[in-house]
């Protein structure tokens, strides 16, 4: 896993705990982390997350209280 992980770049259509522990190991190694989520399980990749994205209008909100950002929509 420490090989493969500074390598990805993007993840997309992932389970909550694979978002956390990617969140996680990136961080330990010193690279800056963004993640999106609308969830009550992204909630603990938000918060470990140097900038977390929450969804304003579908997103639950407990995911928008561990963002950073909450992106609206009109």
Known sequence: MR???PKIQLMARSLPLDKHTLVSNLRKIGEVVVVTGDGIKDA???HEADIGLAMG???IEV???NADVIIMDR
Do not use: D, H, S
């Open 57 to 59: 209008i579908a997103g």
């Open 3 to 5: 090989a493969i992980i």
């Open 44 to 46: 603990p990749a938000l």
């Open 63 to 65: 995911a928008k209280e």
